[in-house]
C-alpha cells in the first residue's frame, strides 16, 4: 500500500489553519482547510507521523472509498464494495462511527449497524466466520460520514483522539484539551520564543495541561510519544518497521531536547490540582523539568526578575465554572494588574468564554475565536512591552497621544471605530492582515494597513498629496497623523513603516525603494507568506486580493494552475495549499519569482511540480499558445495596469491589450477549464466585443472584502470559460 492516501485530520474548531500548516511541515501534499479539519495527502509514512508529532491534530481519518446513498441499502451495498479482509482478520475485532444523515437514515446508531453488518456479512459470506464488535480499542476503527448524499468511508488511525498523549491520567476541574492547548500555543508564537530560550508561566495552572504542552516543544517531543494505542496497529495495513523507525527517530529527538535549559513553571493556589499536575509531567517524561509551586495569582513573578522577556498563558474560570459577578470581575481586574505590574515585555495568552466581558486593562493586539468542546471562546493576546511605559525587547515604545487637534481627534476616532467594526469579522475568519482605513477623512489621505503575527505592524501609504497642498502643511498633517496611528494603535515606532503613493507608470510600483531584506511572516487561512516593509511600494502581498485567492484555493484541487504575472506567487500557493496537482508561475522579474520560490517553500510546497518561469507573459502566452502543447484547467490573470519595463519588447497598456491577453490565455485553457482575470486600474472597462466565444461572468462584489468596501473600485474580476 505505497500509492498516496487521501486524509482528513480534525481539529480544535477555530485551529484548522493552525493545523494545515502544522500538515504541511510533516509533509502532507494538498493540504486543503475544511471545517473542523484538513484535508491533505501522502503516504502511510505521513498519517504515522501525524498521529506521532501532530500537537494539534484530534482524529486521522484514512479514506478508503465515497459513493452516493439515497437508501440504507445503497449504504450496505456501498460498505459491500470495500475488500475489507484487506484490512481486518476474520476473527478480529471492529467498531464502526456513523456521522451525518440522510432523509432515509437518520439515527446514526442504524447507520452504524447497517455499516456493521456489511461487514461482518462479507466476512460471513468468504470465511465462514466474522469478526466481532469491541468498543474499547478494536483492532479496526471504522469510521462512515454521511453528508450531501454521500458515503465517506475511511480508517480511524488514531483509534482514539489524539488530545490524549498518554501523560494526563489526572484530570483537574474543567481540564482543557491537549491539543487545543498546543493551538493556543502556537498561535500566540511560543515555539518561536522556546527556540530563543524564553520562559513560560501559567499562573492558574491546573493539572498542568500549558506547561507540559510548552514543555513538549521546547524539548521537541513528539506528543503522541508516550501513548500505548493508536487504531493502526491491530490493521492488516500496518507497516511495524516504519512505525518503529519513525519511533525511534523521535525517541533521539526527546533525549536530545531533554539537555536543553527550560524555564516553565506552573502556579497553582490548589495543592491537589499541583499533585496532579506534577504526576501528569513525570508521565510525560518531564520530571524534574517544569516547576510547580503552590502560589496564589498575585504572587506569580518571573523566575529572574528583569530577565529574558517570556510569556504568560492563562485560562481562567469562565462564568460556566465559577458563577458570574463581582468574583470573576475581582479575577480578571488582578489578572490584568499582575501583567501590567510584574511582566512588563512580556507577552500574554488568555483564553476565556466568548461572553465574558470582564477588562483586565490591557488592549489585546489580537482576538481569535476558538471552540473548547462546543463551547465557543476567546483568545486574547497581548503585547505588553507595547502598553508599558519602558523600554524593552529593544524597541521604543508606543508614542503618547499629546493633546490632539480637532481634526487628529476625529482621525483617531475613526481608526478606533474602524477597528471595532472589523476586528469581530477578522477573528470570525482567521484575518490577520488587513485594511484599517483607507482615506475616510479627506484631510488624512492615507492607507493604514495592519499585518498581524508574533507582533502587530503597521504599513501606512500616504496618497500624493495634490500640487495646490502646501508641502510644509502636507508633511505637518503626516507627522500628526502617524504620532495619531502608533498612540491609538499601540504600535512601537519601530512597527510603524511610511511610503509614499505616487501615481505610477510603467513597473516603478515594483521598483526597489531600499535593500533592507527583511522579511516577516504572516498567516493568511491556511497559508503562509513573506512580507517585506521597506524595499518595495507594495509589501508583496496584496490584501484586497484575499477573496480571490480563496477563491482559486477552492477552484484547484487536481488541477493543473498557470499564475500569469505572478508577482510573489501568492495566488500560486492558494492554489498548491488547495490542492492543485501542479502550478506554474510566469513573471518577468527574477526577484519576485524568488520570492515565490520562498513562498511555496515556506508551505512545504514546491519542487518539479511546482515550474516558475521567468518571461515576458505577453510574449510567452503568444509562444504557449502558437506550440498548442500545454493546457491548463485554472489560470489566474493578474496582469499590471501599464508596463514599459526595459526587459520587454513594447509597452503593455491594459486597457488597450486586454481583449489580446485574455484571448491568448483563453487559448491555454482546457475545454472545461477557469479563467480568472483581475485587474486593479480604477477606470478599466471590459471591451467584451474584443472577446468572442468566451462566457464571462463578473465576480467583482463577491471578491471585494470587508477592509475594502469603502472603495468598491480598488480592483475587479471576472469568471471566464469557453462557450
Partial sequence: MTKPFSYF?????????LLACELGSLGADAVREGHAGVHCSGALALGYRICLWSRIAGRVFLTLTEFPVESPQDLYEGILTVPWDHHLLPEGTLAVDFAGGSPLITDTRFGAVKVKDAIVDQFRDRYGVRPSVARDRPNLQVAVRLHKGVATVSLDLSGESLHRRGYREEKGEAPLKENLAAAILHRAGWPELAKNGAPLLDPMCGSGTFPIEAALMATDTAPGFFRNYFGFLGWKGHDAGLWEELRGKARQRWEAGLNRTLDIAGYDRDEKALGMARSNAERAGLAGIIRFERREIGDARPTVPGGVPGMVVINPPYGERLGRGEDLARLYSRIGELLKGEFRGWSAALLTGSQERYPIGLKPRKVTVLYNGALECSLSLFDIAAQDTSRSRGESTPVPLKPLTPGAESFANRLRKNRRNLEGWAAREGVTCYRLYDADLPEYNLAVDLYGGEKLYAHVQEYEAPRSIDPADADRRLREAL???AGTLEIPTERLFVKIRRRQKGSSQYTRLGATGKFYHVQEGPCRFLVNFTDYLDTGLFLDHRPTRELLRTLAPGKRFLNLFGYTGTATVHAAVGGAAATTTVDLSATYLEWARRNLELNGVGGKGHEL????????????????????????????????????EGTLDLQRDHGVLITLAARLLEPDGVLIFSTNLREFTLERSALPGLVLEELTPRTIPPDFRRNPRIHSCWRITCS
Fill in 483 to 485: 504620532e495619531v496611528i
Fill in 613 to 648: 518561469v521567468r518571461a515576458d507573459c505577453r510574449e510567452w502566452l503568444e509562444d504557449m499558445a502558437e506550440e498548442g502543447t500545454r493546457r491548463w484547467d485554472l489560470i489566474f490573470l493578474d496582469p499590471p495596469s501599464f508596463s514599459n519595463s526595459k526587459r520587454m
Fill in 9 to 17: 485530520i480534525t481539529a480544535p474548531r477555530g485551529a484548522e489553519y
